[in-house]
């Protein structure tokens, strides 16, 4: 007993004892013992000077942490879209079967758990899952079997991922990656994959001053990549221009939209480029603090990224007065997240990054003005530090003349779903949802999700519509749905994911989404009325109007979209008389027999309905 | 979250539904409307009396009730601050719809059942459900099993009349500021926890405070929660929002 709570002792020591920095260690005594429990919580609560009621608020928010022990080795099998249309059902049976546990517990000895889980950025390459921390990809039932064979035997999760897996392309093999994750890059584009030369940008960049950077991003015309597409520029300028002795940069590598890989690759590739553009940006704002928070999922890659760090702090590209400027000091470490989707949203990032529950900050004021404990901050997506980077190299007109005249440049998109060949795909702006289905080779498309669950939901048909901002903006995520494929099975994957993923915070978004959701399972078994359409709409623009942050404002796209440009989906569900409420007198009869336990009523008495 | 907001001597002319007021920079629209006796309704921001023992405003900005449109655009009310020229649209019948819609969601949410509510005639659910004419709400119920917590000698904890609002959690606090509320989970699994260790020893004038910040039933001092009878209870008196301008500190912090 005493050497646990010793051992909890020393890692909050690691940390300072620091509550800025209880995400780190809530994670590392996950790790360690495979939950925080109550009794972990409050003496957690003593050693860094917070009430139990702090840290429990913090430990129950990720799905990463938990209070009672995960397995001794811990499955986290992707449930998501991509998932479920490569075979996630039965790899979940296969893995529940051989384990003799079922999905969302651990085996009787421990040894063993399975949990489902959101997207983990593995679209291309599903059914993924992740164990202790190790990424496993294209899983297929057998592959299942034979994993819970070997974790019954002991073996490594290492060893266990060498065994069934080759190392993946590029930088995957590395030995401070060795992951058999696969980069899949079908198309490299000029900005983020084209030519580029370590340390380069950022030498270029200190020969200018922090204004003539600032001119050129701005001149460049380059907006965030991460959805939003807030001009780049702007934000800058409104953090080097806001009050305070600190300023900092974080990068925001949440990427937890699902269908969405593109900054797993870029991390895993361009590491390099991005970072030098997280340099280039805190000399033009004039911080000193940075931070790169990186999702749990892909902690797989921090032992990597942390080498590059060491490599730019040894050649001068990061510390103090970077790249020989007098004065210029910066360095980055990173932060990981613990499993939510919401803390891609800014504010709930920092408020993560600060050791808290992901919630979405009350605005203003903005990060700008007071971000990362308190300090103006700019934060943006790696795609976006990384075109920064480039633009500083290779000049804001080579960067505008690409893209269109309110999209510049180029958009990495992340490719999965019903095509031949899925993958990263970096593109110009302005290219249209034709060309990318006939790139990514899309045979029988019926549908195609841009930008997530969040995003739109388009009809294949409309082949000319440009992906842009000013046309189609995207995250990223561009999910092909065949037309064998049952479209609103998939948006009820988006609605639960998005149920499970707020906050909780607000009520309209809180109690908005299970609405919609429960709302649409009505409709699909074939209970839904055209009522229902109708609150659907209503309560869609209640969710619009009201919710704190962006997840409540797109959470209600899916089933907006789907009835937009699918509404022949919906009607052929909703039964004709529909007007009128049908009371069906045996399946009452059997659901209230079933509620207090009574014998059934026999089939045969089934009579002619109303 | 912005818990506590702080107000400078500079003088702000903005209009509310058309008529012009002014108030403090840093002041939240809230404010400038509640010193003006302009009533918005709100279900987690709270203005802080003698009465209520806050000493500073709080506005977690979770309810969403206070919902206005500045500038043509919808915004929390209690959590943006005036700025010149504010053209804020409040009393309208979209921005009451929207309230309504809100309140029916809570009700569906959670299990509210007013006719045996201690706090019924004094729940602020309650009084806005009659102000914005709720018959019956539109959707369906949730029927959402939620924990009765009674374990502690002074406070009953009913989470199934809880609206998740956090008045208490940012409120009650231990002299050395810990919280003895706080939040769990997330999505439709969120609900508010109590540290019971520190609840057991609250004082009876924390129990009180506690009873009376909470906006619905969820939080109810034993033994005391029929004290007041029907028909003698807030709003049994005048309906929600008839009284703007807290009489006890007539606007004015204590």
């Known amino acids: 007993m005493s050497e646990h709570i010793a051992a909890l002792s020393n890692i909050a020591a690691k940390y300072d004892n620091d509550p800025n920095r209880l995400l780190d260690i809530l994670i590392d005594v996950q790790t360690q013992e495979r939950c925080v429990t109550d009794d972990a919580a409050r003496q957690l609560a003593r050693e860094v000077g917070l009430s139990w009621a702090d840290i429990h608020q913090t430990v129950s928010f990720y799905h990463l942490l938990s209070e009672t022990p995960r397995g001794e080795y811990t499955i986290y099998l992707n449930n998501g879209p991509v998932a479920i249309m490569q075979g996630y059902e039965e790899v979940a049976a296969a893995f529940s079967e ?117 001119a050129k991003i701005k001149a460049s015309k380059l907006r965030g990549r991460g959805g939003a ?155 976006t530090l990384a075109s920064a980077a480039q633009i500083i190299d290779k000049g804001a007109a080579w960067f505008s003349r690409m893209g269109t005249e309110e999209s510049t440049g180029t958009k990495v998109l992340s490719i999965s779903g019903d095509c031949d060949r899925p993958g990263i795909y970096e593109v ?183 | 979250m912005s818990e506590t907001i702080e107000t400078s001597s500079e003088i702000i002319t903005l209009t509310i539904d058309g008529q012009e007021i002014q108030a403090a920079a840093g002041q939240t629209i809230l404010q400038a409307a509640q010193k003006n006796g302009i009533y918005i309704p709100t279900l987690c921001a709270l203005h802080a009396t003698k009465e209520n023992g806050l000493e500073s405003d709080i506005a977690p900005g979770t309810c969403r009730i206070c919902t206005v449109k500045v500038n043509g655009r919808t915004m929390a009310a209690c959590t943006t601050p005036v700025a010149q020229g504010f053209v804020v649209e409040n009393d309208t019948e979209e921005l009451n719809d929207l309230r309504k819609t809100i309140v029916e969601l809570l009700f569906v949410e959670g299990n509210h059942f007013c006719p045996s509510c201690e706090k019924s005639g004094s729940c602020d659910l309650q009084a806005l459900a009659y102000r914005y004419q709720m018959l019956s709400p539109r959707f369906r119920y949730a029927f959402s099993s939620r924990e009765v917590n009674a374990e502690s000698p002074k406070l009953l904890f009913d989470r199934n009349r809880c609206i998740l609002c956090r008045r208490c959690v940012l409120a009650i606090r231990t002299e050395d500021g810990k919280q003895l509320f706080g939040f769990t989970k997330r999505g439709d699994k969120s609900g508010i926890i109590m540290d019971e260790e520190l609840v057991k020893n609250i004082s009876e004038e924390q129990a009180q405070q506690a009873m009376h910040i909470c906006p619905v039933g969820a939080i109810i001092r034993k033994e005391k929660g029929f004290d007041t009878p029907f028909g003698q209870r807030k709003y049994d008196q005048n309906p929600i929002g008839s009284e703007t301008v807290c009489t006890t500190c007539n606007g004015e912090k204590s």
């Open chain 1, 229 to 383: 597409g807030f001009p780049t520029g702007m934000k800058w300028e409104l953090c080097a221009k806001a009050p305070g002795p600190e300023r900092c940069v974080v990068a925001n590598a949440d990427e937890g939209e699902p269908g969405t890989f593109k900054d797993r690759v870029l991390l895993t590739e361009r590491a390099e480029l991005f970072f030098e553009g997280m340099a280039v940006c805190a000399y033009a704002v004039g911080a000193s603090t940075g931070a790169l928070y990186l999702r749990g999922e892909y902690t797989y890659l921090r032992e990597y990224l942390e080498q590059v760090l060491d490599q730019m702090r040894a050649d001068n590209l990061l510390g103090k007065d970077i790249a020989g400027k007098a004065g210029f000091d910066f360095d980055i470490r990173v932060q990981l997240g613990a499993g939510s989707y919401v803390c891609g949203e800014e504010s709930a990032l920092l408020e993560s990054a600060e050791g808290k529950r992901g919630e979405p900050r009350n605005r203003p004021p903005f990060p700008a003005q007071s971000g990362y404990r308190a300090m103006p901050t700019v934060i943006d997506n790696v795609e």
């Open chain 1, 428 to 610: 110009e702006f302005g290219i249209t949802l034709g060309e990318l289905l006939d790139m990514a080779g899309a045979q029988n498309p019926q549908a195609v999700q841009v930008g997530g669950p969040s995003g739109r939901c388009l009809n294949a048909a409309e082949k000319d519509t440009p992906i842009s901002f000013e046309g189609c903006p995207s995250a990223g995520a561009f999910l092909i749905i065949g037309t064998e494929r049952d479209l609103l099975e998939i948006i009820d994957n988006f609605m639960a994911f998005f149920t499970d993923e707020s906050c909780g915070s607000c009520s309209s978004c809180r109690a908005g989404t299970w609405m919609l959701r429960n709302t649409l399972r009505r409709i699909r078994q074939g209970q839904g009325t055209r009522e229902d359409l109708t609150s659907m709409r209503q309560l869609s623009a209640v969710m619009q109007k009201t919710t704190k942050c962006g997840l409540g404002h797109t959470a209600p796209h899916p089933i907006l979209n789907t009835m937009d440009n699918f509404p022949h989906l919906y009607e052929a569900l909703i039964p004709e008389r529909s007007d009128i409420r049908v009371f069906d007198l045996d399946a009452s009869i059997k659901a209230a027999n079933a509620a207090v336990g009574r014998t059934p009523v026999p089939e045969e008495k089934e009579e002619e309905q109303l």
């Open chain 1, 98 to 214: 051989a384990a003799g546990c079922p999905i969302n517990s651990v085996t009787e000895d421990g040894r063993i758990g399975i949990f489902a889980t959101a997207d983990m950025g593995m679209g291309d390459q599903e059914v993924a899952a992740l164990i202790n921390k190790v990424v496993f990809t294209c899983l297929t039932p057998e592959k299942a079997r034979a994993l819970v064979k070997d974790m019954q035997e002991g073996l490594s999760v290492q060893d266990m991922a060498t065994k069934y897996g080759e190392y993946g392309d590029g930088n995957n093999s590395l030995p401070s990656i060795g992951s058999m994750v696969r980069n899949n890059i079908q198309k490299a584009g000029p900005v983020c994959f084209g030519p580029y030369e370590f340390g380069v940008a950022l030498r270029k960049c200190v020969t200018l001053s922090p204004e003539e950077v600032l």
